[in-house]
């Protein structure tokens, strides 16, 4: 093994390493309590959640030990040089070159993960948090691999054409096109709702006229509110805000069937506190910050790491993944700061909306989500801070019986 895959291992041993801590931590950790005894039925809702809780993270477990044991098998063995070699002396075009390696690539990391896929899947059907068929979901996912190869091939094909011809042009339209990224940003989630296939609906009838007036009420204007139908594979509740401009209040079908008007008013106005708060354009200064972070990390590790130690041997593909893969304990940091902020604004939004509808009903709101979600209660707070953009439902929870008291 050289000592650049040597390298790339600790880096990203270190990140799985984190990973694999968090589960184990949480593993045992009283992940439901009794904050949900208003709900009907909580002993075997309580017992449901434990024990699908406790399967996940399982599974979790098992995903970070054999994405640890692939990656060392890559490094060790050099593939992704092997791999270059054995493309490049097909003798094509650079693009076609990059396109050919990173397919084989992203077919062999989606080949090896489907077992792993199929046992996530077959856990949330077997809790009926999905409802769609095995073929179905084998079809998803060959699709959404070709996706992968397509626009990942094309993309790095272009930047390495690019970086070959041009070097200082190159480095210029990278840094346009991560602003632009960055600005798309609060759109990114419609995007993939939209590419998962998930038939959206605009919100109409009385219900849809109570919201907007709250929402005038507040001095938020609100340009649609879309109702996710029947997404072809959950059940989960979910509910979330888009766009900056045209703003948007993005709701599952599962609250809108199951809360009462009164759970979905504070779920709405939990969304809309987000867009009084600023919280969108808080994110978008904060996907800025990180890019040029980024970026920056990227020009120092392409210039004095990766070339004097490559050279032009491999492609530039090559490079490319291996920056990413040494990013990875940064991004992770990037993450922890974010997921901090992350939490204060929810906590932010919960208590505005609790004043505004009430704490029992903001309470009962997330009671009902947490339950249909099978959703864990408490987390270790080792995890909470490594990975949670939201604040655990237990921490919600007593955050809003604080204000209640006061
Ligand atoms: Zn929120």
Not at 292 to 311: D, R
């Amino acid at each position: 093994m050289t000592y650049l895959s040597a390298t790339v291992l600790s880096l990203i041993g270190l990140r799985i390493g984190v990973n694999l801590l968090s589960c184990l931590l949480d593993l045992n950790y009283d992940k439901v309590n009794k904050y949900n005894m208003n709900s009907e039925g909580p002993e075997e809702y309580l017992c449901n959640t434990a024990q699908y809780q406790s399967k996940l993270s399982y599974t979790q477990i098992i995903t970070n030990l054999f994405y640890l044991l692939c990656l060392y098998i890559f490094l060790k063995y050099d593939l992704l040089f092997i791999l270059s070699d054995t493309v490049s002396a097909l003798g094509l075009h650079l693009f076609w070159i990059t396109i050919l390696y990173c397919t084989i690539l992203i077919l062999i990391l989606r080949g090896v993960s489907l077992p792993l896929a199929l046992l996530n899947f077959k856990l949330k059907k077997d809790y009926k948090l999905l409802e769609s068929s095995y073929s179905s979901f084998l079809t998803e996912y060959i699709k959404t691999s070709i996706y992968f190869c397509v626009v990942c091939g094309m993309i790095l094909g272009g930047l390495s054409l690019l970086y070959n011809s041009n070097n200082s042009i190159f480095w210029y339209i990278l840094i346009t096109c991560s602003f632009l990224i960055s600005f798309l940003f609060s759109k990114i989630s419609r995007l993939f709702s939209l590419i998962s296939k998930q038939n959206e609906s605009l919100m109409g009838g009385k219900l849809r006229d109570e919201l907007i007036n709250i929402a005038t009420k507040e001095d938020v204007n609100i340009t649609k509110i879309i109702m996710l139908n029947g997404i072809a594979s959950t059940n989960l509740m979910n509910a979330y805000t888009c766009g900056s401009i045209n703003k948007t209040v993005v709701f599952s079908k599962n609250i809108v069937d199951n809360l009462s008007h009164s759970e979905i008013k504070a779920i709405f106005l939990h969304e809309i506190t987000h867009y009084k708060n600023n919280d969108l354009f808080k994110d978008i200064i904060f996907v800025i910050l990180s890019n040029i972070i980024c970026l920056s990390s990227f020009y120092f590790c392409i210039n004095t790491i990766l070339n004097p130690i490559l050279g032009d041997s491999y492609i530039f593909c090559v490079k490319m993944l291996l920056f990413v893969i040494m990013y990875s304990p940064i991004n992770l940091i990037q993450r922890v700061i974010y997921n901090y902020m992350s939490r204060q604004m929810e906590y932010n939004a919960d208590d505005y909306s609790a004043k505004i509808c009430g704490t029992d009903t903001m309470i009962s709101a997330l009671n009902s989500i947490a339950e249909n979600n099978l959703s864990q209660y408490h987390s270790h707070p080792f995890s909470v801070w490594l990975y949670n953009s939201h604040p655990t439902y237990y921490s919600r929870i007593i955050k809003l019986q604080g204000i209640k008291n006061l």
